[in-house]
């Protein structure tokens, strides 16, 4: 099969938008594929996402844009992007050709559905403080360090959310796991997760988990890696999805593949 012009779907986590990819998306253009990364209903130039916004509504854009594309779609979704486009997968499988979730979230555990919970009513209280605590949560001291300017972008990014779209779209990322993971065994297309190894949000148990959840699917971690891997290790984000896409063995620069 050709796949030198496949489309391919990027889609951003919460709180972020489509800046976020700016370090893999060059990557997939000089690949050869045509490259999409919408701003999802709630974030960037897209609509605002009204109280009690569902998982369905983020996914419905989505799905009508990969309706346009001459063929299936390989989408690759990132946090909140992992479910969206897990989502978009499950009600349009015909549509989505392979399925890269990159520091995706799957069936919780009662503690790390309390911690989430937690989050979501400390950006209640205190919007600033909720995304002062994010950033020190993705980068670590030595990441930070090198790279300060980024740090400071993605705080930026996260401190221009409109509030409201903000907390339906956390309300979202709280729960949709829990929705989504009794349909994931009827998955079509093959799915690859992908983690960094201390990222205490989006844990290799859970890649491992949905890897073994879906009909066809496999898993990674990326070592010393916490949760911005297109940004912290756009290497091995950009060689997951080429391996997806072309359908080939797992082969990412420092990663740990099962």
Known sequence: MNTSAADVVLLHGVGLDHTMWHRVAPELVAAGHRVHAPDLLGHGTAPDAAPGTALADLAAPVAGLIAEADTPVHLVGFSLGALVASRVALDHPARVASLTL???????????????????????????????????????????????????????????????????????????DAELWPELPRM????????????PGSTPRMAAAVADRVPRGRWATVPGARHLLPLERPDAVVAAVLAQIRGLPLDLPGAMVP
Do not use: M, Q
């Open 102 to 176: 990159v520091s995706g979230v799957a069936n919780r555990s009662e503690t790390e559905r309390r911690a989430v919970a937690a989050r979501l009513e400390a950006a209640h209280r205190d919007l600033a403080g909720a995304f002062d605590a994010a950033v020190d949560r993705w980068f670590s001291p030595r990441w930070r360090n090198a790279e300060p300017d980024l740090a400071a972008a993605i705080h930026d990014v996260l401190r221009a959310n409109r509030p409201t779209s903000y907390l339906a779209c956390y309300t979202v990322f709280t729960a949709a």
């Open 188 to 199: 079509v297309p093959p799915v690859l997760a992908i983690t960094g190894e201390d990222d």
